[in-house]
């Protein structure tokens, strides 16, 4: 059995107006994943890892997250900055080249895809990207199961905001995938908010968000503009392949104290 935390979208903030939030938030998060009495086979952060890309925002989620005892992959959302997250974050040099970060074992292979376009919200895979995402198919083994993860989900999922922003282009992550049938699932997040639907003939599950939840466009609105909870808790999800190759994924509310 194999077993893959993901969570999504902390968006760090050591700014004065936060006092702190985002950082407990992450922290509780993180202090639940590790008191766990199961070696997780991976933890994932797929985006907007800091608020404003600032170097006190990569370096407080670097200890947030990478003190992890489980194998830790992330990957950049629209409020990352592809340079200071490699510098400060990663500890490499500095680059605006995509981040895509793959961890392959004897029993899966997980990779994580960079869909965030410097200066934009939107997303969008790069031609960069998706060479290496099919190399990285072509070189696995046709029966291993292999996940897809990203920031920006890749169709609509009925939330108009969030809608606006998702992933575009998205026919050409189809049309490779369409060719690897090990290709198990695809998780994202950006959407703060739990979702599961299909890209491709194949599950799309969206991470919860940490620092917030989205309201749904049916649930009440305080204001036509404020689409967010801050009140309920972080979350995280649990994503389960058994030995019969069946994915089952759970939703976990996690209390910050």
Request: charged share 20%; net charge negative; glycine share 6%.
């Amino acid at each position: 059995m194999i077993v893959i935390a993901h969570l999504s979208d902390t968006h760090i903030d050591t700014g004065p107006e936060d006092g702190g939030r985002s950082v407990d938030r992450t922290r509780a998060v993180m202090e639940y994943l590790n008191s766990l009495p199961y070696d997780l086979d991976a933890v994932i952060a797929t985006g907007d890892i800091a608020d404003h890309a600032t170097p006190s925002e990569y370096e407080a989620a670097r200890k947030l997250l990478t003190t992890t005892r489980h194998p830790l992959l992330t990957c950049p959302g629209n409020h990352d900055e592809r340079a200071a997250y490699r510098e400060h974050f990663l500890g490499e040099p500095p680059s605006k080249t995509p981040i895509n970060t793959v961890h392959a074992t004897d029993t899966f292979t997980l990779a994580l895809c960079d869909t965030s376009v410097p200066g934009e919200d939107h997303g969008r895979l790069e031609d960069e990207t998706l060479t290496w995402l099919s190399t990285l198919l072509a070189d696995t083994p046709p029966t291993r199961p292999f996940l897809i993860g990203f920031h920006h989900p890749p169709v609509p999922l009925n939330t108009p905001y969030v809608d606006g922003i998702r992933q575009f282009d998205e026919d050409r992550l189809a049309d490779l995938t369409s060719r690897h049938p090990n290709v198990t699932a695809f998780l994202a997040g950006h959407a703060h908010t739990p979702a599961a639907t299909t890209f491709a003939n194949r599950p799309l599950l969206v991470a919860p968000g940490v620092v917030s939840t989205l309201r749904l466009p049916w649930e009440p609105q305080t204001h036509p503009t404020h689409h967010v909870h801050r009140d309920l808790p972080p979350a995280v999800a649990f994503h389960v392949l058994d030995e019969c190759g069946r994915l089952t994924t759970h939703y976990r509310p996690v209390p910050v104290t």
